[in-house]
């Protein structure tokens, strides 16, 4: 608890939540839940083995009990996505496309930030190409479960 990366991935963990608790548009809750809630389960699986594989290492996590990017399955990736989702149907926008970008964003982007300051790590031929694709199937997926 006494190093900064401890408390980066508890932000990572927490103000996503905030911001998800003011902007979530309460008459579609459960549709829009339920669609935050397939992401994060579908990318926890997705990184869990990625993580076994030594493919995609998290170097810092709140807990060893709980998936080691669980700040980021379990709150960041969703709510982003979620937020991106509620968007685009509020505004009858290409819900595809902003996919595109949002994905980008997260892989080419944060991704990139994360390896930089050490709090993951890329082996054995991962990049964040394939963690753009990885977000890209996920969210598809998502998109037509809901």
Same mark, same amino acid.
């Given at each position: 608890? @006494?190093?900064?990366?401890?408390?980066?991935?508890? %932000?990572?963990? /927490?103000?996503?939540?905030?911001?998800?608790? !003011?902007?979530?548009?309460?008459?579609?809750?459960?549709?829009? &839940? &339920? &669609?935050?809630?397939?992401?994060?389960?579908?990318?926890?699986?997705?990184?869990? %083995?990625?993580? +076994? #594989?030594?493919? !995609?290492?998290?170097?810092?996590? #709140?807990?060893? *009990?709980?998936?080691? %990017?669980? =700040?980021?399955? $379990? =709150? %960041?990736?969703?709510? @982003?996505?979620?937020?991106?989702?509620?968007?685009?149907?509020? +505004?009858?926008?290409? !819900?595809?496309?902003?996919?595109?970008?949002? =994905? $980008? *964003?997260? $892989?080419? @982007?944060? $991704?990139?930030?994360?390896?930089?300051?050490?709090? /993951?790590? !890329?082996?054995? @031929?991962?990049?964040? &190409?394939?963690?753009?694709? *990885?977000? *890209?199937?996920?969210?598809?997926?998502?998109?037509?479960?809901?």
């Amino acid at each position: 608890m @006494g190093t900064w990366q401890f408390w980066t991935v508890v %932000a990572l963990l /927490l103000f996503p939540l905030i911001i998800l608790y !003011f902007l979530v548009d309460r008459k579609r809750i459960f549709e829009l &839940f &339920f &669609f935050g809630y397939t992401v994060h389960i579908l990318w926890t699986y997705f990184e869990i %083995a990625l993580e +076994r #594989l030594g493919l !995609f290492v998290h170097t810092y996590f #709140l807990t060893p *009990i709980f998936p080691y %990017a669980l =700040s980021m399955t $379990a =709150s %960041a990736l969703p709510v @982003g996505f979620l937020l991106m989702y509620q968007y685009c149907t509020n +505004r009858n926008k290409n !819900f595809y496309l902003y996919t595109l970008v949002l =994905s $980008a *964003i997260f $892989a080419f @982007g944060f $991704a990139s930030i994360e390896d930089y300051l050490g709090l /993951l790590s !890329f082996d054995k @031929g991962m990049n964040q &190409f394939y963690l753009f694709l *990885i977000d *890209i199937v996920i969210v598809f997926i998502s998109y037509r479960l809901h």
